[in-house]
């Protein structure tokens, strides 16, 4: 059975203090991996796929890689702005839905 | 272009009442998607309609029914609501099925008494 977990589950940060979101998963044959930003009261907001290992995508202070098992959403110099859920997608290679994990939820205080 | 619409925003049913949820897109995408979205849980996929005149179950389709209007639009159906359909709906859509981003509209919050 397909799996996604995120860790951590919340992460507080201060203003310019960069760390990173892990998403590992399990899934029999990965087709593409998709990070999502969702706000309260809104739909996730696209963020990046990635479709095999190795594979980098970057995007303003966000940069996102993959891994056979994980992968990592770094975020260099976080603003308040940044604060947001993070969510974690992975589409089977024998399927079309998108098995999404529970989300990192992240606040970043001045 | 605004992407992907849904009405309505916020509903309250009672239990055994019907309604429709509506969702529309403007970017000729073939493939669309309901998911529900519930407290310490992921989101999880209803139906999806791969192309125009196609519906396929996901993982939670049961009390629920859809509808591939035309290639923009695709709703979902609850017959007879129960409280555990409480949740918060979103559609998105895709330019094909496989490996392509989907794109999410801004959801309705539905409360079932």
């Known amino acids: 059975e397909d799996q996604v977990t995120q860790s951590p589950e919340a992460l507080r940060l201060q203003e310019g203090e960069s760390s990173s979101l892990n998403c590992s998963y399990t899934v029999s044959g990965l087709r593409g991996l998709f990070w999502y930003r969702q706000d309260p009261g809104k739909g996730p907001e696209f963020l990046f796929t990635l479709y095999s290992a190795g594979e980098e995508k970057e995007k303003e202070r966000l940069k996102a890689t993959l891994t056979k098992k994980e992968s990592f959403l770094h975020i260099t110099a976080p603003k308040p702005e940044d604060s947001a859920t993070y969510l974690c997608?992975?589409?089977?290679?024998?399927?079309?839905?998108?098995?999404f994990g529970k989300g990192t939820s992240l606040l970043v205080t001045p | 272009n605004a992407g992907v619409t849904q009405t309505p925003k916020f509903q309250v049913l009672k239990t055994g009442q019907s309604m429709t949820l509506q969702c529309a897109q403007d970017m000729n995408h073939n493939s669309m998607y309901w998911y529900r979205q519930d407290p310490g849980m992921g989101l999880r996929l209803i139906y999806y309609?791969?192309?125009?005149?196609?519906?396929d179950k996901g993982e939670v389709p049961n009390g629920y029914n859809v509808s591939r209007l035309n290639k923009r639009e695709f709703s979902l159906r609850l017959e007879s609501a129960a409280p555990s359909q409480t949740s918060v709906y979103f559609c998105?859509?895709?330019?094909?099925?496989?490996?392509?981003?989907?794109?999410f509209g801004p959801g309705t919050r539905l409360t079932v008494l």
């Open positions: 309609s791969a192309s125009e005149g196609t519906t």
């Open positions: 998105a859509s895709s330019e094909a099925s496989a490996a392509d981003t989907q794109y």
């Open positions: 997608a992975v589409q089977a290679s024998r399927g079309y839905a998108l098995n």
